[in-house]
């Protein structure tokens, strides 16, 4: 099969080659950072911090991102450039055609009333009702009393929390504690929502139920979502792009399913690799050993509906293989199904090990990600 031709095989395709899109060439994007760097400055005997350096890239108007990263890789930072609260060392980031690290002043607070933000902990006034927490900004922002009761009413229920209107925070779930910071940071009809860990503290139930309420408010509002996240489920769930941040720098950017069926670098790798760590089945999980036995196993990840069977068939045929599914599961990443195969290649027959490098190998040929994880007897 000659590269040319496997081009007519377009469900066997995963992972395009990673764009790190270049800032400068978006002029329609949402944000962009335009070479920006950070560095906090030495402080009382404490060493300057370089948080991000070279950051160059931009968010569609209208997406949801996903920002990565481990502990320390500049995620916080990266969002407070983006709403203003940190100034760049060098560099500028634009929101919405604005240089927000430009404005000052009343300038800065009128840009910030088209950002919102969602928080871990919510972050709301313990002394004040749902309602009265909501209205907060629009009293800041200076509109009337009757305005304020109208919109307020509006957000609680596009929130889906009507009936909470008058309930302090004492009195309401994590949940609807949530719900109430989403129609504080909406209050204002921002063009951007940032949120940082906003369902880290919450449990999966709840966390998919105020994923889906973001994703329907992308969907109606058209608000680009920014999120900083740990949890590798929320990306995958959510987020159309991911932004993998290392060390200050973007290593890894672009659609999410290309990137988490095909990650290039070793940080996300491993983020991926911690979070589908439990996806084996146990049963077959606890008969996979390092040393040789009959069967290798390999895991591969295709996408698009079918293109397993596909995939399992030609390889039977081409390599001449007895090839046996030990386990398969489908995602929905980025919005497109994504089948995550596991495979025995016989060893003992006539194929010996080769067999598995010839499928490695074929599998390679069509950028499909594949690994050996072990062998069963
Ligand atoms: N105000 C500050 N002053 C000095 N150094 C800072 C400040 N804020 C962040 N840093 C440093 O900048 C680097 C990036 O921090 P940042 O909080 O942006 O990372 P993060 O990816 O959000 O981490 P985490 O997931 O732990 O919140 C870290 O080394 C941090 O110690």
């Known amino acids: 099969m000659k590269a040319a031709s496997m081009n007519a095989h377009p469900s066997l395709l995963i992972g395009e080659p990673v764009k790190i899109q270049d800032g400068s060439a978006q002029p329609h994007a949402m944000v962009r950072f335009e070479t920006v760097a950070k560095t906090y400055p030495a402080y ?41 609260l940190e100034k760049p060392s060098t560099g500028r980031v634009v929101v919405d055609n604005r240089d927000i690290s430009a404005l000052t002043g009343r300038e800065l607070r009128l840009a910030q009333r088209s950002i919102g933000m969602i928080f871990q902990h919510f972050n709301l006034l313990s ?28 957000l609680l229920a596009l929130v889906g929390i009507a009936d909470k209107h008058d309930r302090y925070p004492s009195e309401l779930s994590g949940g609807q504690k949530q719900r109430v910071g989403i129609a504080r940071a909406l209050a204002t009809r921002p063009s951007v929502l940032l949120s940082d860990e906003a369902t880290s503290a919450l449990d999966p139930q709840t966390t998919r139920a105020i994923l889906d309420l973001l994703a329907n408010i992308n ?26 941040l290392d060390a200050g720098r973007v290593v890894e950017s672009g659609h999410v399913a290309d990137i988490f069926t095909h990650p290039k670098h070793p940080i996300t790798q491993s983020f991926l690799a911690e979070a589908s760590g439990d996806s084996l089945p146990v049963s077959l999980a606890s008969r996979i050993v390092q040393e040789p036995g009959s069967h290798a196993v390999i895991r591969v990840q295709v996408r698009g509906a079918g293109a397993g069977d596909t995939l399992i068939a030609r390889l039977a045929r081409e390599l001449g293989l007895d090839v046996s599914l030990l386990s398969a599961r489908i995602d929905e990443i980025g919005g497109q199904h994504v089948g995550s195969l596991v495979l025995g290649i016989p060893v003992s027959d006539s194929g010996g090990e080769g067999a598995t490098t010839r499928t490695l190998a074929w599998l390679s040929q069509y950028q499909v990600s594949a690994e050996r994880l072990g062998y069963v007897a």
């Open 44 to 84: 009382r005997g404490k060493p300057g911090v370089v948080a991000l350096q070279g950051i160059d890239f931009s968010i569609a108007r209208g997406s949801i991102t996903g920002v990565i990263g481990r502990s320390g890789a500049g995620k916080s930072s990266l969002v407070r450039l983006i709403n203003g």
């Open 127 to 154: 002394s004040r009702t749902a309602a009265d927490n909501i209205a907060l900004p629009l009293e800041i922002a200076g509109w009337s009393k009757a305005d304020i009761k109208a919109r307020v009413t509006e």
């Open 219 to 244: 969907r109606e509002l058209g608000v680009t979502i920014v999120l900083i996240t740990h949890e590798m489920s929320v990306v995958r769930q959510l987020a159309r792009d991911v932004v993998v």
